[in-house]
């Protein structure tokens, strides 16, 4: 596998000094409110419970699964959820956990979709962000990393389903899929 990798941007040490960082500031932010973390799977399923571990107040968990990419690097657009939340949100902060915001396509439609059902307040947080694919604006409260324009694999993040065992986060070659 580390040979389909062209560049490591982020090792296992900086993504869990990042994640503990994020962690401490979501656990000051939700003090004293009903908290409910909800992993976008399953590129976030690492962080998310990387996350969670770093997160020293009460809360729940939650997952949703969704795809927009079928088996290719290029987002479709269509957004589909293939798992929906098992818990009411009604009342709760709800925090949506991702892996990388890329056109922001997947967030916006998850945001409206989630938005009639009555909870407080619905925020992001991202371990990475592609700002030069960004189609549509997407507010993401806290946000880990800066990745370049280039295709991103591993720590819960794959490409047609692989790589997302790495440990780390790297560049994947373009050969891989382009062939
Ligand atoms: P968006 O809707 O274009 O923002 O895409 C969001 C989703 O596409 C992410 O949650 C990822 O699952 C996937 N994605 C975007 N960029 C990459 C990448 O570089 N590598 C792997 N998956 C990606
Ligand atoms: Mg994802």
Do not use: W
């Amino acid at each position: 596998m580390i040979n389909d990798v062209k560049e490591i941007l982020f090792t296992e040490e900086q993504l869990r000094e990042k994640v503990k960082e994020l962690g401490i500031k979501i656990s000051e932010d939700y003090k004293g409110k009903d908290l409910v973390v909800v992993g976008i799977l399953k590129g976030s399923v690492i962080f998310a419970a990387e996350l969670i571990k770093n997160i020293t107040i009460p809360c729940e968990i939650d997952f949703m699964a969704v795809s927009s990419y079928g088996n290719s690097t290029e987002t479709s657009g269509i957004v589909k959820i293939l798992k929906d939340l098992d818990q009411n949100i009604e009342g709760k902060h709800v925090l949506i956990v991702e892996d990388i915001v890329d056109t922001g396509v997947t967030l916006n439609y998850l945001l409206k979709y989630l938005k009639a059902r009555k909870a407080i307040g619905i925020e992001i947080v991202s371990l990475l962000n592609k700002q030069a694919r960004r189609k549509v604006e997407i507010d993401v409260k806290y946000m880990g990393f800066e990745v370049p324009d280039e295709f991103i694999v591993g720590y819960g993040i794959d490409y047609a389903e692989k790589y997302r065992n790495l440990p780390y986060i790297g560049i994947l070659k373009p050969e891989i899929y382009k062939k």
